[in-house]
């Protein structure tokens, strides 16, 4: 540190004794006048010659005494509070942490309260302030305060700042007495409301006031004046009642009212009995309020009625889903009935003979194609059906006429005819397919047996015929027919075609049997066996 | 300093601990605020062994010529006292603003005893002064070099063969789980994919395979064919004989319809 300042007790200039201050070079003493002198003529120190261009002074600093004090700064945005009151009115400030007011501050409580705010407010309570805890101070900050031409550091603690709290206008004594008059304004009203419940609730309020009305007739002890005092105090009961119907017409309320009212007419007729006519007409005028009052609960009905007015429509839209759903019921019944209709007509092919049973047949087609939804290829595939019997029908004759006669061009003549029998009803198979497929599964599922590939039952009846021919040539006939036409067939090939009558074991091992006599197998090169007919 | 406060008997309550008031004998009184840096604080902080030796030296000069005038106020600077080794510098210069917030200074004592010690007159932030800034430099030089240090080093690892980098034998079984799991899938592919076929076509099929060999058990017949198990045998309940005594045991065979017999 430089060397240190000592000043003299007087200006080497002028002499005087106040407002000294040194030379930049530390030699000399001047007052503020004479340095401003010697600086304007820049005169030069005479001890060392330098020349004068400021004036300064020193202050040592030294550090604090430790003691208990923690300073902390508070920080005023609205300004700084007056606490130099004190001269004028001797104005008190108190300074206490939130919540701790009054309280014998412990280590305990002030490490509790530490993050606490500061309530600073004066004795009158005019000027109250908050203090927050502001965030962290990074800096470190020294207050510098001046004691005897000394500065002492301290170090500054926290940083607080202080907010202005918002004053609530204190009231005099008039103004409180104005709000509490006002206050027992709001307490009669609320009397006021309490006796208008009182009227409606309990209807024995009613009945007992009625009570008193009579005691102070009875002590009347005349007749007119009774008369007067009923009218009277009907006519206030009429005029409360019509209020409150005005106040509140279709709330519950009105119901109490009604049957207040209800009650009321029970010593109206106690009166009846101790007064004169006079009464009666009175009790005459009330029944005809009270019919008012059912007209008006009758004006409610419709309005009722009309709410009740769109539930209407449901009834129809759930008779709608019943009639689907007798529909519905229908549609299962018609199908079990065409169900059973062909199970019998199956029954019947059964067990019917081969010219019976190829009527049958015919007659079946025609049903087929009746029951069909006729589109107009199911028209041409009809009219082609219609022809082929009538094909059949004059080639019986001319078949059975041969049969029966022995020589041998007749013979040949039936067989040319057998030939052009079974080609129009190979011919006719695939033409039905189409058409009965639905219903084919029908007769297959009802025969319990597996489905085939969506044979056509006339093909499934042909099988049954050709049960019954099984142990008769027909059968014969139609394999021997099969093997003329296709002369290289195989076993499998042959199978396949007659596979929808080859259901039954018994229908098998006929089948089987058959081949076995009518045809042999012959192996080719190629390793292909193939059946072809025996000579007979 | 002195506690010239020691006395005060402006409380009311008869608690002593809880002073209700604030002593506000000192409010008016002066106090400069000032920003220290830490060299700074240290010096002023530390407890010299002769109290009544100052810590510091604060110096107020002015212009004689422009003594009134607001262009050139008071300069302040405070030259330190320390003793400590090194290239601290020692004179700073205290930079004054005017305009901030008005601040009051107050203090509390562990008994509850609260007072204004003052409000703040100027505040000062210090910086180093022109004459030292060859020490400031040398200070901050340091302080560089002294964070320059390396505290991590690159070492050559001695056991390059490259042992440690394989996988732990704990892996092996996971490793091994992996193709297992694989496999699985593939499996549950051919499961779903599945279908069925044509009823003629597999009827053709079966027809072939039993030409190739007269008896097929049912699982010889499904690997054949890839086809489900339940249609499979549908098929077969119409087309074949299932044989339950005899040398071909468990096996279907065809039926004699169906057959092409040697005859």
Known sequence: MSTDLQLKSSCSGCGSTTDLYGSNCKHMTLCLGCGKTMAAKRAKCVDCGATLTRLIREYNVRASSPNDKNYFIGRFINGLPDFSKKKSAENKWSLQKDGLHGRQITDTLREKYKNKPWLLEDETGQSQFQGHLEGSQSATYYLLMKERKEFVAIPAGSWYNFNKVAQYKQLTLEEAEEKMKNRKKTADGYQRWMMKAANNGPAAFGEHGKFDDNESNTGGGRSHKKTDEDDEGHVSDKGEEDEEEESERKSRLGLNKRAGEDDEEGPRGGDHDLDDDDVEKGDDWEHEEIFTDDDEAVGNDPEEREDLAPEVPAPPEIKQDEEEEDEDNEEGEGLSKSGKELKKLLGKASGLNESDAEDDDDDDDDVDDDVGVPPVIATKQKDALKEEPIDNSPSKPTATGPARGTPSSKSSKGKRKLNEETKPSNTATPKKEPKLSAKDVNGSASKSSAPPKGTPPLSSKGGSSTTTTASGPVSEEEIRAVLRQKTPVTTQDLVAKFKARLRCSEDKQAFAEILKRISKIQKTTTGASYVILRDK | ?263
């Open chain 2, 1 to 263: 300093m002195e506690d010239q406060c020691g006395g005060n008997g402006k409380h009311m309550n008869t608690n002593t601990n809880s002073n209700g008031y604030v002593d506000t004998s000192k409010a008016e009184r002066a106090v400069w605020l000032m920003k220290c840096p830490p060299l700074v604080s240290r010096s002023l902080r530390a407890p010299p062994s002769d109290p009544s030796r100052p810590v510091a030296k604060v110096v107020v000069s002015i212009d004689p010529l422009n003594s009134n005038d607001d262009d050139s106020p008071p300069q302040f600077t405070m030259e330190l006292a320390g003793t400590e080794a090194g290239h601290i510098p020692r004179c700073y210069v205290m930079d004054m603003s005017k305009d901030f917030i008005p601040m009051s200074v107050f203090s509390d004592t562990p008994q509850g005893k609260i007072s204004v010690e003052g409000k703040i007159l100027n505040k000062f932030d210090m910086r180093p002064h022109n004459q030292t800034l060859e020490l400031y430099g040398k200070l901050c030089r340091e302080r560089t070099n002294k964070y320059m240090v390396k505290s991590r080093q690159i070492q050559v690892i001695d056991n390059d063969s490259g042992a440690h980098m394989r996988p732990m034998p704990g892996m092996i079984s996971f490793s091994t789980s992996g193709p297992s799991e694989k496999k699985k899938s593939p499996a549950k592919a051919t499961d779903t994919k599945r279908t069925r076929r044509d009823r003629g076509e597999m009827e053709e099929i079966v027809f072939k395979l039993f030409e190739r060999q007269p008896n097929w058990s049912l699982r010889n017949l499904i690997q054949e064919t890839d086809q489900p198990e339940q249609f499979l045998k549908d098929i077969l309940k119409d087309l074949c004989v299932y044989n339950n005594k005899g040398t071909n045991q468990g096996t279907y065979e065809l039926k004699p319809e169906y057959r092409k017999s040697g005859d």
